[in-house]
T-cell receptor, first 114, second 113 residues
Framework: DVKVTQSSRYLVKRTGEKVFLECVQD?????MFWYRQDPGLGLRLIYF???????EKGDIPEGYSVSREKKERFSLILESASTNQTSMYLC?????????????FGPGTRLTVL | GDSVTQMEGPVTLSEEAFLTINCTYT??????LFWYVQYPGEGLQLLLK?????DKGSNKGFEATYRKETTSFHLEKGSVQVSDSAVYFC????????????FGSGTRLQVQP
């Protein structure tokens, strides 16, 4: 089975802190994604990566950056956390990036910024 | 741009009732369509998918048919169980361009014994 793990289930940070959210997949998938989940809004794409060191902006990249130095690991960085970044963050991966590919999700990190 | 619209919840049903969750989409190409489910405290997992018009996806008693003429992908189950209580997300992935999913807002289903 594909396994996508995220470094923390719950995280509490203060405004202005730099925050790192880590995601690791164990199935040699090419593509990795970061989504943000908010009530009534579904999931919105922050960034995605289709290869090591490659990244593309999603729909809501402002205030975020990403890093993919190794194929299995995709990190989301909040350079200076703000209260409006309090949310559930979900990482996902897929094998080839075809439209029909299944995306496999991690359990999520619930981030609270005080 | 692409978008997915699904019925607002919560949907509350009694066990063994029939379930329909409506989903319609807007896309420029020929997308693949998905239903994902999120059980309490967990991440999303694929429930079913369909990759071309008239395809029917099915899994665990759930079904959805890709209707290009009505741009719809409604989720149905003939007899729901308490264990089906979850949030259900309809999503699409375009055949060209970026490789990410576009999600609907989610529908919470609560099944009562």
């Amino acid at each position: 089975d594909v396994k996508v793990t995220q470094s923390s289930r719950y995280l509490v940070k203060r405004t202005g802190e730099k925050v790192f959210l880590e995601c690791v997949q164990d199935m040699d998938h090419e593509n990795m994604f970061w989504y943000r989940q908010d009530p009534g809004l579904g999931l919105r794409l922050i960034y995605f990566s289709y290869d090591v060191k490659m990244k593309e902006k999603g729909d809501i990249p402002e205030g975020y950056s990403v890093s993919r130095e190794k194929k299995e690991r995709f990190s989301l960085i909040l350079e200076s956390a703000s209260t409006n970044q309090t949310s559930m963050y979900l990482c996902a991966s897929s094998l080839l990036g075809l439209a029909s590919d299944t995306q496999y999700f991690g359990p999520g990190t619930r981030l609270t910024v005080l | 741009g692409d978008s997915v619209t699904q019925m607002e919840g919560p949907v509350t049903l009694s066990e063994e009732a029939f379930l329909t969750i409506n989903c319609t989409y807007t896309a420029t190409g020929y997308p693949s369509l998905f239903w994902y489910v999120q059980y309490p405290g967990e991440g999303l997992q694929l429930l079913l998918k369909a990759t071309k018009a008239d395809d029917k996806g099915s899994n665990k008693g759930f079904e959805a048919t890709y209707r290009k003429e009505t741009t719809s992908f409604h989720l149905e189950k003939g007899s729901v169980q308490v264990s089906d209580s979850a949030v259900y997300f309809c999503a699409l992935s375009e055949s060209t361009g970026r490789r990410a999913l576009t999600f609907g807002s989610g529908t919470r289903l609560q099944v009562q014994p």
